[in-house]
Every structure is written in structure tokens, then in C-alpha cells.
């Protein structure tokens, strides 16, 4: 009994149909399936053209190439047709060629040796060469045992540990102290330098402490990062502190680290020691200071020389007598001396504003977030 | 040539006395020096594509590529079938069907294996998936051999022989023009090594095709004389097929009905070559006597005439009609029942004393082949090396008879 709703044939479409007349009427055939499961490992075969990783199916008893992808062939110079049935080790670095065989016999002789991976080149038709990292899995086939090798191209990543190498050694030889940290402050790096001015043995012991312990004010630390992530850069001085709890006067300088996307990723802090320019300092600002003192004091020592020289000036243009004008004469060489001693002042005075005017004298900055401690102010 | 010096006594008595010394052995050894004793109970297989045949069958080409998933077809013929426009309209039911296709028409009569590399690269390089042949024997031999070739990615001469095709060839639709070759139902290829000049049989049930298209339509623009050859190769399968010593009863049966339809279709289509029903009786006649030599494979008559047609270019057809006789009277102590009841089909006068040999040479007469190999330039010198290749033909180890090199040189001569 017919379950569906169809139309029956009529009896001359079904006696068609039984004759094998039928549209569909056909012997029994695997190609058209056939034909679309070629279709898809076309498919996939086209995409595996398309990775830049050179991909090599080798007999594990041979080690002949059965197999490549189009990117092998880039690699290597070679058409597909050219590369199949040559040994694949005619096609690395000689230094690795031993190691892979032995590879092929383990996993020939079906012994542990799933995968191996290691670093060699490939070595094209014409003497190029390609740093590659080469991953080599055991792979069975029906009953045929194969090795897929599969080589990526490493020149960019060797460039770039290159770089970071030197940007490493940079960071490591500097004799500021530099200072990497999350977001949250917390040290992830402190290269030699922070170590030495800070009075510890090596870098990496600091690692995972928090950068408020090198500040004589542990709340600078969260300032320093609350600033950061606010502003991104900062250039401030204060007071760090020393292994054995000694402070100094040091600058800190930061940024944040962002990556192309400007999210930022981490801190960086520069850190140099300024005691000593902050000592040179102080010293100036009292100096200059003396120097003004002394200065006000000449002025008023002339003024008062002039007052008894006046009187004395007033009294001999009184005396009808010869010495009378000598002593005016006295008198008139002790104002030129005095007006010498005024101009000095002045001329001091000028270089005294030009002084304060360069900054070497200036009052210390208004301290924008670090409360300046003295280190006097310590000590007690 | 007569063929009556063979025939004495009912006994086979040969000019050379080599045929004779082996009949005469044969009565004491039965079976194991010339010919091979069969059996009802013998292991037998039977291998048949898909037919259809009937006015019109050209027309389901489409529907059946369309079927078989083909999504670029090679549409393999010859300039002469082309030029008769069965070839346009193969091409129009591919199109009706939605089915794009290219054309491959560089082949020759009894193609060659150079040709057949060029339509194998045609089909590589179109990135066609199945073959629609249309033609006689040599597109559709041709159309077999570039399936192989483009499946197995090998030349064509490393399939030389029997099952030596590893892998199955693409879809192969055949729309036979002739009423002869039977390429489209059978297991063979026949291709010239045009290198060494010779015809290499190549024999797997890989080869053969997948649906035979058996339209009577085409038939009828065949000339006269291909008409005649194509008939004659027909009758030769069929005989050859009956006589064989792989035969069996379901090949007999279609042997024994293709000799029936030749004997009274081909004499008559050429009187009438309009009449379609002849036509479609010596098509059918064709089918049933591929059926059965596919399956029964043939004998000498094809192993000399492969010979033959690799060092002479000669159609093929008229090399086994001039070479029948001669291998009947040869071959017929090793099977005479057989021949006997070949040569009752074709006897005219019942009665009076003929052979089978006779009657076959009274009948490709009739039909106007005449000649001799002679006349058709085969010198006596190159006997030794027709035969020496007949002798190492695939045909040759079918023969009811097993032939030694110096037999195949006594029956060149006599078909001289
Ligand atoms: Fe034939």
C-alpha cells in the first residue's frame, strides 16, 4: 500500500519507467558521488594550496615525497611533478638530515615516535634557503605507513627574537634603572640597573613585588599608576628607597605601553638616581643666596659711609683753609669708591636675576602630586 | 584462393602436412595438443553494459552523461562521422541536457596510439569527466583507450594485453555508426603502435563501456563498402565467438543469433540501405555478436587480421573476411559440430557437399568482396612477420585450436 500523496504514474509512464525508460533510469554507479567527493578534496586540496606552510606526505619506508602542497613547491623551486618520488632530506639543511632519518626507521618500525619537531631549512633546487620549523607526525594510510611534514616559515619570527635580542640587551646594559609592570603595578621586569640603584643583588628577584616599596611614600606607587593610566606619561621626582631602607632622591619617568590597538598593555618606568644633581643643587640655591645677602649689605655699608662722608664734605666747605681742599679732594676719592662698590652691587644684582632667571637658582617646582620630602625631613 | 586442398575424407588434410600430422595426433591425444576440450560445467562469466536500442536512442545521450554526473564531456568521432552530422547531434542532446562537451575528431581508421595520447590530453586539459563516443570501431576504440589513458595516467601501449588496466576509465557513452566493430559492448581495444607498426589488443573488463546507444538512424549514411567490411567483422565475432574455446551457453546463444541476422540482414541492407529495419537487424545482429565475442573472446581470424591491419593499414573488416575461410578449414577439426552447424545456416543448396569454409568464402563473395590479400599488396616476404605477431596476439589463445607460428604461415599463404 502506497503511503505517499503522489500522483500515480499513469499504466504508459510506468511501463516507460519499468522498460528502464525512466529520466532516471540508471545502472548502478559510484561515479556522479564519486565525481563529488573528488570535487571536495579538490576543495580541500585548493586549500591546502593556500597555507603558506610547505606540507610534505612522505613513504615512512622510502622517504620519498607521495605527496606536496603548492607552497612546497614555492619553497623548493619545484613543480609538484618534479619534487614527487625524490627523497624529502635531499630537500633540508644537512645537519638535520640524520636526525630525521631516524624518525623514518622509528616510526617505520612502528616504535614510539608520533612527532618531532625541530628547526631547520629548506634548501630549494637553487641553494636557497628558508629557516623553517619543521613538525613531523607518523601518519597510516590504509595499511601504508607516511610521515607528514609540515614546515613553517620562520624567517619573520627569527627577525623579530633578532630584534627583541637587541632591544634585551639594551634594556639589560642600561644603567638607568628600567621598570616593567602591569597595569596594577606589579613588576614583571627591573633590569640590572633598577636593581643596583635600588641596592639589590639581581632583577629577577624583584618580579612580582609591588612598586610601592620603592618609594619613601608607599601611596606614590598607586599615584604613579593611577597618573599613568590617566595621563600615559609622567616625569616626576621624589624619594626612592634603598634595600636597607636608606632614601634617595630619584626621577621617574613612565608611559604605558599600548598595543596597535591602543589598549594599553603594561607600565614602563625610567628611574635614575638625582641625589647627587639635587645636592649640587641646594648647594647653588644657598650660595646664591649668601651671595644676595652680601650683596644688600654693601649697599647699606655705602649708604652708610656716605651719611658721616657728607658731614664731613658740609664741614670743610665751612674751613677758609688750604687743607680744606685736600680734605674735599679725600672725600671725593671715598664717594668714587663707594659709587664703584655701587655699581658692583648693581652689576651684581643683575647677575644674580640672570641666575634666577636660568633656573639654577630657582625656587624648587610646586610639587604637582609627590609631597617633596627633605631628606632631612626623613632622618627625623 | 580455394580452400577445397584442406578438405579430404571429412579429414583435414593440409598441403604442408604439418596440419595433418596434428590431426592426425589429435585423434590419439584428444584435447591436449590442438585443441582444448570444453565443458557444460566450466566456470563461465558474462559481462553486459547497459543498452538501449531503438529509433531515437542518440537522443538520450544528454540524459545519460546529465546521469552519470559528467560536467564536461569529451565528444570522441571522426571527420567522416562528423561530416554526416551524427556527431551535431549527439552534440545537440548534450546541450538539451545542459551538458557542455568538446569535440575530438582527430582520428584516423584504425586509430593510433598517438592519437589517442593527443584526445587524453584534450581531456585533461578541457578537465572533462566522461566521454561520449560516437563513430564505428575506431572513434569508439579510440574513446576506450584515452578513457585509460587519463584514469591511469599512463601511455597508452603499457595497457597492452589482458587486465592490465589498474584503473577503471571515466563514464564512456557509445553511439555506434556502424554494424560491425562492436566496440560498444565489448572488452577490447585495438590500437596501432604506429611506432612499431603494429596493432596491440588491449583486453579488460575496464573497457567496457558503460551504455551503448544502439540507434539504427546512423547506419544509413554508411557507404557501401563499410557497410560490407563492418557486416563481415560482425559475422567473423560471431563465428569466432561460437568456435571459441571460452564460449558458453549464453555466449553461443548470442552467437549463433548474430550469424542468423547476418546471413539475411547484410545481403539484403545492401540491396536496400534505406530500409531502417535492416539496418537495425544488422545492428542488432552486431550487439549479439559482441555479446558474445566480448565474452567469449575471438580467434585467429582477428589475431591475423590485427596483424595484418598494423603493418597495411587495410580496414579491418575486409582482412578478417579475406582470412575466415582460411581459418575455419584450419581451425575445423578442433570443433567441427560447431562449424558444421555455422555452415547449415549458410548452406544454399542442402544437400550437396560443402563445407563451412566453403560456404563463408561463397558468401563474402556474394557480398562483393572478392579480392585477394594479394591485391590488396600483402607480399609473401612479410608472412613470417604477420605471423610471428598473430602468434603472440591475446585472439590467438581463444582459437578452438592452438597454433604454432608455422600454421599462421600456412594459412597467410593460402589467404594469399
Ligand atoms: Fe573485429
Known amino acids: 500500500m502506497s503511503m505517499h500523496s503522489e500522483p500515480p504514474d499513469d499504466p504508459d509512464t510506468l511501463r516507460e519507467k519499468i522498460i528502464g525508460l525512466g529520466e532516471t533510469s540508471l545502472h548502478k554507479s559510484y561515479y556522479p558521488e564519486l565525481q563529488s567527493r573528488l570535487a571536495e578534496l579538490e576543495r580541500f586540496r585548493a586549500l591546502l594550496d593556500q597555507t603558506h606552510d610547505a606540507i610534505f606526505l612522505i ?22 611533478k618534479e619534487l614527487l618520488a625524490t627523497p624529502f632530506i635531499n630537500w633540508i639543511s644537512p645537519q638535520k638530515k640524520a636526525v630525521f632519518d631516524e624518525f623514518a ?28 620549523e619543521i613538525t613531523v607526525r607518523s601518519v597510516t594510510f590504509g595499511d601504508k605507513q607516511y610521515l607528514v611534514a609540515i614546515a613553517r616559515d620562520i ?91 636608606s632614601p634617595f632622591h630619584i626621577q621617574v619617568s613612565g608611559s604605558v605601553v599600548q598595543n596597535d590597538a591602543g589598549q594599553p598593555l603594561c607600565i614602563m618606568l625610567i628611574v635614575m638616581d638625582i641625589t647627587e644633581r639635587i645636592l649640587i643643587d641646594q648647594l647653588k640655591r644657598e650660595t646664591c643666596a649668601q651671595l644676595g645677602k652680601n650683596i644688600e649689605q ?37 664717594d668714587e669708591i663707594i659709587t664703584q662698590l655701587d655699581r658692583g652691587w648693581v652689576e651684581s644684582a643683575n647677575v644674580r636675576q640672570f641666575l634666577r632667571r636660568h633656573g639654577d637658582d630657582a625656587e624648587p617646582r610646586v610639587e604637582t602630586f609627590i609631597q617633596r620630602f627633605s631628606i632631612k625631613d626623613w632622618d627625623s | 584462393m580455394d580452400i577445397v586442398p584442406y578438405l579430404v575424407n571429412n579429414g583435414l588434410i593440409s598441403a604442408t602436412g604439418i596440419l595433418l600430422g596434428l590431426a592426425v595426433r589429435n585423434r590419439f591425444t584428444t584435447g591436449c595438443r590442438i585443441m582444448i576440450q570444453r565443458n557444460q560445467l566450466d566456470l563461465r562469466k558474462f559481462v553486459v553494459p547497459e543498452f538501449i536500442c531503438g529509433y531515437g536512442a542518440l537522443q538520450l545521450a544528454g540524459r545519460y552523461a546529465r546521469n552519470f554526473g559528467m560536467k564536461q564531456v569529451l565528444l570522441v568521432t571522426d571527420p567522416g562521422v562528423r561530416a554526416a552530422g551524427w556527431a551535431d547531434a549527439v ?14 575528431d582527430a582520428i584516423s581508421p584504425n586509430p593510433r596510439s598517438g592519437q589517442v595520447m593527443a584526445g587524453a590530453e584534450v581531456y585533461h586539459s578541457e578537465e572533462c569527466n566522461g566521454i561520449v563516443a560516437v563513430g564505428g570501431g575506431s572513434p569508439m576504440d579510440c ?23 589498474p584503473v577503471p576509465a571515466p563514464p564512456l557513452i557509445c553511439i555506434p555508426t556502424t554494424a560491425g566493430s562492436s566496440a560498444d559492448v565489448s572488452q577490447f581495444a585495438i590500437i596501432t603502435d604506429e611506432m612499431r607498426r603494429r596493432k596491440i589488443a588491449l583486453v579488460s573488463k575496464a573497457l567496457v563501456p558503460d551504455i551503448s546507444l544502439l540507434d539504427p538512424r546512423p547506419l544509413t549514411t554508411m557507404p557501401l563498402e563499410l557497410t560490407v567490411d563492418t557486416g563481415m567483422d560482425a559475422l567473423c565475432h560471431a563465428i569466432e565467438a561460437y568456435v571459441s574455446n571460452a564460449s558458453s551457453p549464453m555466449t553461443d546463444l548470442h552467437a549463433l543469433e548474430a550469424i542468423r541476422l547476418i546471413h539475411s540482414a547484410l545481403p ?43 603493418v597495411y593499414d587495410l580496414p579491418h573488416g575486409r582482412c578478417n573476411a579475406l582470412l575466415l575461410e582460411h581459418v575455419i578449414a584450419a581451425n575445423y ?44 599488396g600483402i607480399r609473401e616476404d612479410a608472412i613470417p612477420t604477420l605471423a610471428r605477431r598473430a602468434y603472440a596476439d591475446p585472439c590467438l589463445v581463444t582459437n578452438p585450436r592452438r597454433l604454432t607460428c608455422e600454421d599462421i604461415e600456412r594459412i597467410y599463404e593460402h589467404a594469399l
Open chain 2, 333 to 376: 577439426e578442433a570443433a567441427p559440430d560447431r562449424y558444421d552447424r555455422i555452415g547449415a545456416i549458410f548452406d544454399r543448396e542442402p544437400g550437396e557437399q560443402t563445407t563451412p569454409a566453403g560456404e563463408i568464402a561463397a558468401f563474402r563473395r556474394s557480398i562483393g568482396i572478392t579480392a585477394t590479400l594479394t591485391e590488396l
Open chain 1, 59 to 80: 613513504h615512512a619506508e622510502t622517504g620519498r615525497l607521495a605527496d606536496v602542497n603548492a607552497s612546497a613547491g614555492m619553497y623548493l623551486d619545484c613543480s609538484k
Open chain 1, 298 to 334: 654693601f649697599a647699606i655699608l655705602g649708604d652708610h659711609i656716605r651719611n658721616p662722608l657728607q658731614v664731613i664734605v658740609g664741614y670743610a666747605e665751612m674751613i677758609d683753609d688750604p687743607l680744606a681742599k685736600m680734605i674735599l679732594d679725600q672725600s671725593d676719592r671715598i
Open chain 1, 155 to 245: 624567517t619573520d619570527r627569527l627577525q623579530a627574537e633578532r630584534e627583541l635580542k637587541i632591544k634585551e640587551s639594551a634594556l639589560e646594559s642600561s644603567t638607568n634603572g628600567i621598570l616593567i609592570t602591569d597595569l596594577a603595578g606589579t613588576i614583571m621586569y627591573a633590569n640590572p640597573g633598577f636593581a643596583s640603584i635600588f641596592g639589590y643583588e639581581r632583577g629577577e628577584m624583584l618580579a612580582g613585588r609591588s612598586l610601592e616599596i620603592f618609594f619613601a611614600n608607599p601611596a606614590i606607587g598607586k599615584k604613579v599608576t593611577d597618573l599613568l593610566r590617566k595621563n600615559h606619561a609622567i616625569t616626576e621626582e621624589t624619594i626612592g628607597v634603598r634595600n636597607g631602607g
Open chain 2, 268 to 310: 539484403a541492407v545492401i540491396e536496400d540501405p534505406e530500409n531502417l529495419e535492416l539496418r537495425f537487424s544488422t545492428l542488432l545482429a552486431s550487439l549479439h555478436a559482441g555479446l558474445a565475442f566480448s565474452n567469449a573472446s575471438l580467434g585467429a581470424t582477428h589475431a591475423m587480421a590485427h596483424g595484418l591491419g598494423g
Open chain 2, 143 to 165: 574513446a576506450k583507450g584515452i578513457g585509460i589513458v587519463s584514469s591511469n595516467m599512463q601511455d597508452i601501449l603499457t595497457f597492452e594485453g589482458v587486465d592490465r588496466v
Open chain 2, 91 to 104: 552534440g545537440e542532446s548534450l546541450t538539451e541536457a545542459g551538458v557542455p562537451f568538446t569535440i575530438f
Open chain 1, 105 to 132: 626507521r622509528r616510526s617505520c618500525e612502528q616504535l614510539p615516535a608520533s612527532r618531532w619537531t625541530c628547526i631547520a631549512s629548506l634548501v630549494s633546487r637553487e641553494g636557497r634557503e628558508t629557516p623553517v
